[in-house]
Each structure stands twice: as structure tokens, then as C-alpha cells.
């Protein structure tokens, strides 16, 4: 990681010299430690606050330059109220607050800051929180850029090193390492999404999933001949077509009790979808790179998981393949026996996510009879036709998982919406060949895709996610201005941590 930034608390009083930070909420003047030291500064509160239009919204930012009375150089007093409207739910406050503050510094070019936090209300879970949203709001994907940005030109610091005075320093250093850990899992999907194909392709996938070892995960990586060996036909027919040769990547983390059945967790790995022989057009295929979002957001969860060691049995199955097209690409029209058995039609060589799925579901309910499985799939546009980016879709057989992982969405503002599924859909993919087609036409799209996977989860309680619109290509939010914002580790993260944690 090119960037480096430091969080770290401490504890009061302390007069540091450099960038002080202090909040102010809603019309209100600072108080508690940020009141006394503003009141250091003798400045009038009411004048220079109306002067200059604050108000204490967040966003909005005091910068006073080189302030009598005080050590620091610098005294930024930034919003603390409530956020604009419509903005993620309250729960995602503090996170946006990191974000923001991250935000500031960074346009001003400020490398060091100390930020006093002493209100009753910046618990630790919300220090933590903030922290994250620090983190979150920090990442930078510029590996490629051999021109760093020149002195002057650029509007973000290499480093950043923040430290956050709090009350209660031991309960905040806890609960930031513990958050940390969701962090970190959010920004390896993000390194993985936003990487080329060129530079990441099936192999090097599993190899960055094998470099987890060192945490405590297991992991296994099945080759082509042994996918072979099991008959996972329809991930192969998906990877015939491309030099890059097929991987099944599973990581184990056995955090919970011995025996305990694992919860399951399959993610879609193209590496890069150029929609094989029924091609995509070319305007945006560049974004086809992001098409294993899926298998990012698994493997960032597995690596959280074992990183903040949770009490749990965890499996994480990933399907690696590359869609292109060759003399020996798979062909509309070509039928092939899925693992279970299953014939599939392959009508459309676009459709190709849920063939990697049906194996991948099918594998992983057949060896680890799983609690339950979710996958994770950027798995149709018409998705992102419905929903946008703010929701990723949900399809479920289990009213219990569909409702928790709903919850586990507005908790962390990786939000997901209830699409129906039923025979009316299932009906549409039948196949005049063979015993389902994998691809139903226009009508209802990402439902159609859901019943396909549906085909191949033999009755396990099972959630698919389908995160085409939400993985990628991502709008800036205070925590996040990468392309790839890492959709669905902390949803999962928490998914656990709420419900099925030991
Ligand atoms: N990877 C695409 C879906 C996608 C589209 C993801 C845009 C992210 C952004 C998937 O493999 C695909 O091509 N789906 C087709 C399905 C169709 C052929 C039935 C689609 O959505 O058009
Ligand atoms: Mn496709
Ligand atoms: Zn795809």
C-alpha cells in the first residue's frame, strides 16, 4: 500500500503543536475540552462563527491560521450536526464524520492532525467508527500513476497521521483494532475489484487469497483438472475460451467450535467478462475487469473474519474464470451437465456468471452442508437498471436470512433490497434442449438469474446478493471515492457478528 496513515488514541490533556481538530455541533459553540481550547484562543464565538456562515452542519469547516493561545499552528473547527438529508442512515454518522474529517485534511494538504473527541457522546464504538471512516476515506488507487502528483498540484498528502484524543483511550484502542479488521477486509475487495485484468487474472486472484495463510485461514486451490475430476462442467465451459486456466479457491477460517457446520459464503470470480462469443458491445466493457466483485467481497470478508479471529466456522468458495472469446470459446447453443446434474442450454455466453455460480453453489452445499450460503455476484445489469447504486438486490429461500441480512444493511449502509422470485420466473427459463437455459431474455433479468442459481442450492437456507450496480463504478461518498468501494464485507462482517457468532 503506497499510502500509509496512522489512527492512534490518547489519552487527555495533551497541547499538541501542528493541526488541532475540534468539533462544534449544530449552533452550538464548542464544549468540554474543544470549549477550552477555543476559549484559549480569545476569539468571540458568536462573531467569527456567523461571520463566516457556520452553522455546525457536517461539512463545514473553521480553518484558523497560526491561533494565539495555543500551541497548534493550526485550529480546524469542523460540523458536528447532522449530516444533509437522505444521506446513509444514523448509524453510518461517525463513519461519515471519519470521512469528512479525512476529506478536509487531505485537501488541505494537512499530514498530521490531532483531533479532540471528549463528548459523552463519542463512545468507543463510535470512536472506532470515525476511525474507519478515516481509513475508508483515504484510500487511494494510484498504483499506476508513475507521475505522483508535484508539490503544490496535488490536493492529497502521501500520509496521514491522526491522533484522537478520547476519554476513554483502553475501550477505543479495542474497539478501533476490531474495526480495523473490517476495514482492511473493505479495502483488499477494493485493491482486488479495481486492479486490470491484465494484471490480475485467475491465478494471481488465488495467490492473493493463499497469501492469507499467515492469518490463520486455510486455504485450498482446486485446478482445472481436478474441477475437472468433480464435474463442475459449467465453471469450465465458462473458462474454455481464455488462456488463463480455471481456479476454485476455498478459505477456510475455523474460529468456532470443532464440528460446528460452517456458514458459506460464494463469491463470482470473472476476471474479466468480454461476454464471450455473444460479445458486449465496447462502450464500458473496460469495466468488466470489476465482474469478480463478488469473490472480492468474499475474500475480504474471509480475511476480516480471521483477522479480528471470530468465533465462527467460515468457509469462502470463489469461482475464477476468465469469459473471452476463442476458437475455443463455448458457443450459444452448447449444452452442458452442471455438477449437479443439471443440463444447462447456454443461449447467451454473457450469461456466464451463473454457470461459475450453479457449480460453485452446488460444490460448496454438497461438501459443508453450510448453515447457510450467500453468494455474491455481479450478476446482471438490469440490477443496476432497478435499484442504482445505493441498494445491491436481494433474492432469498429463508425469510430468517433475507430479514437479518437486511438488517445488516441498514446497520452498515451497505443497504439491500427484497426482490421477489417464484414458479412464474422459475417457468421462464425452461429450455427446449436441455433442462434449463441460461439466459431468459429481457423481461424481469436479474429475477430470471436468481432461479437459475435457485436450481442449484438444493434447499439450503440461501441468499444471493446480486451486486452489479453497487461493486463498482461507485459515486463518492465521504468514505469512499474509489471506483471499487468494496461493497458487502462489512455487511457480511456484521451479518455474522449479529447473528451467528459463538
Ligand atoms: N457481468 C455481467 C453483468 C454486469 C453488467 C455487471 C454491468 C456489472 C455491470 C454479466 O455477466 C452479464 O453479462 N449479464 C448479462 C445477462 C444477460 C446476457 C442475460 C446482462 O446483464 O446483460
Ligand atoms: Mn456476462
Ligand atoms: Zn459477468
Redo the contacts with the bound molecule.
Keep these: 500500500m503506497p499510502h500509509t496513515l496512522t489512527v492512534t488514541t490518547a489519552a487527555f490533556p495533551l497541547a499538541p503543536t501542528g493541526t488541532l481538530v475540534i468539533y462544534a455541533g449544530d449552533g452550538a459553540a464548542p464544549a468540554g475540552k474543544g470549549g477550552e481550547i477555543w476559549a484559549a484562543t480569545g476569539l468571540d464565538w458568536k462573531k467569527l462563527s456567523s461571520a463566516a456562515g457556520f452553522s455546525g452542519r457536517q461539512g463545514q469547516v473553521l480553518d484558523i491560521l497560526a491561533p494565539s493561545g495555543l500551541a497548534a499552528d493550526r485550529l480546524l473547527v469542523l460540523g458536528a450536526g447532522k449530516p444533509a438529508e437522505g444521506d446513509n442512515p444514523p448509524a453510518n454518522a461517525w463513519a461519515d464524520r471519519g470521512g469528512s474529517l479525512a476529506g478536509k485534511l487531505m485537501g488541505l494538504r494537512i499530514a498530521e492532525a490531532a483531533v479532540v473527541l471528549d463528548s459523552a457522546e463519542a463512545t468507543p464504538a463510535r470512536v472506532a467508527e470515525l476511525a474507519a471512516g478515516v481509513r475508508l476515506r483515504h484510500y487511494r488507487f494510484d498504483r499506476y500513476k508513475s507521475q505522483k502528483p508535484k508539490n503544490g498540484e496535488s490536493s492529497e498528502p502521501e500520509a496521514l497521521a491522526v491522533t484522537l484524543y478520547v476519554t476513554d483511550s483502553k475501550g477505543s484502542e479495542a474497539a478501533i483494532a476490531d474495526r480495523t479488521a473490517v476495514v482492511e477486509g473493505t479495502l483488499m475487495a477494493r485493491d482486488l475489484v479495481n486492479e486490470p485484468a491484465n494484471v490480475l487474472g485467475t491465478e494471481e486472484f488465488a495467490a492473493h487469497a493463499e497469501a492469507l495463510a499467515p492469518l490463520g485461514l486455510e486455504v485450498e486451490v482446486l485446478d482445472e483438472k481436478q474441477l475437472r475430476k468433480l464435474g463442475l462442467n459449467a465453471l469450465l465451459s465458462v473458462a474454455q475460451g481464455s488462456a488463463r486456466p480455471p481456479r476454485l479457491v476455498v478459505m477456510h477460517w475455523n474460529g468456532g467450535g470443532k464440528g460446528t457446520r460452517p456458514v458459506a459464503f460464494v463469491g463470482?470470480g470473472?476476471v474479466f467478462?468480454s461476454?464471450g462469443v455473444?460479445i458486449?458491445p465496447a462502450a464500458?466493457m473496460e469495466?468488466?475487469k470489476?465482474?469478480m466483485?463478488g469473490a472480492a467481497a468474499v475474500t475480504g470478508l474471509m480475511r476480516t473474519l480471521a483477522a479480528r479471529k471470530a468465533r465462527i466456522n467460515a468457509v469462502g468458495v470463489i469461482g475464477l474464470v476468465e469469459?473471452m472469446v476463442s476458437g475455443t470459446a463455448m458457443r450459444p447453443g452448447d449444452i452442458v451437465r452442471a455438477m449437479s446434474g443439471t443440463t444447462i442450454e447456454i443461449n447467451?455466453?454473457?450469461?456466464?456468471?451463473?454457470l461459475v455460480l450453479a457449480d460453485a453453489l452446488w460444490y460448496t452445499q454438497s461438501r459443508f452442508k453450510p448453515r447457510f450460503m450467500v453468494d455474491l455476484?455481479?450478476?446482471?445489469?438490469?440490477?443496476?437498471v432497478a435499484l442504482g447504486q445505493d441498494h445491491a438486490g436481494l433474492f432469498s429461500n429463508d425469510e430468517e436470512l433475507a430479514g437479518r441480512l437486511l438488517t445488516a444493511g441498514l446497520a452498515t449502509g451497505e443497504k439491500l433490497w427484497r426482490m421477489p422470485m417464484g414458479p412464474a420466473y422459475d417457468k421462464l427459463i425452461e429450455s427446449r434442449f436441455a433442462d434449463i437455459k441460461?439466459?431468459?431474455?429481457?423481461q424481469a433479468?436479474?429475477i430470471?438469474?436468481a432461479q437459475f442459481l435457485a436450481r442449484f442450492v438444493n434447499d439450503v437456507p440461501w441468499a444471493h446478493l446480486d451486486i452489479?450496480?453497487t461493486?463498482?463504478?461507485a459515486s463518492s461518498s465521504e468514505v469512499n471515492t474509489s471506483w471499487a468501494p468494496g461493497y458487502g464485507v462489512a455487511l457480511l462482517d456484521r451479518l455474522v457478528r449479529d447473528n451467528y457468532e459463538a
Design positions: 463470482k470473472v467478462d461476454g455473444s458486449k464500458g469495466d468488466m470489476g465482474d466483485g469469459n447467451n455466453t454473457d450469461a456466464e456468471g451463473r455476484a455481479t450478476l446482471t445489469g438490469a440490477i443496476g441460461n439466459s431468459a431474455g429481457r433479468g436479474s430470471t438469474a452489479a450496480g461493486a463498482m463504478g
